[in-house]
């Protein structure tokens, strides 16, 4: 099963921007689909984007399509989120998790992104 660590979180100003990194180690990685949740304080988790197996499909929630992007590197076993023009209510912990035939195998820890106004 495949491990995953989040890292790139922190607190930004309004407008400002974050590249989070989901790293894999285990199995092979580009066997997954790789999907970014968040979780507000007293929300659910909401899905954010996701990534195919090979990096050429990428899916955004609409609130942030146009200032997010998922991108990949299987050499590197590495996922990454660039955040651009953040905004308060993107604060939340974000999550990434491995997808294969339709089940989530793994999640990683989360790391907090705090957007200040």
Known sequence: QVQLVESGGGLVQAGGSLRLS??????????????????????????????????ESTIY??????RFTISRDNAKNTVYLQMNNLKPEDTAVYYCAAEAGGLYESWGQGTQVTVSS
Do not use: H, L, M
């Not at 929630?61 to 146009?66: A, F, P």
């Open 22 to 55: 989901c790293a894999a180690s285990g199995r092979t990685f580009s066997k997954y689909a790789v999907d970014w949740f968040r979780q507000a304080p007293g929300k659910e988790r909401e899905f954010v984007c996701s990534i195919s197996r090979s990096g």
């Open 61 to 66: 929630t609409n609130s942030v399509k146009g």
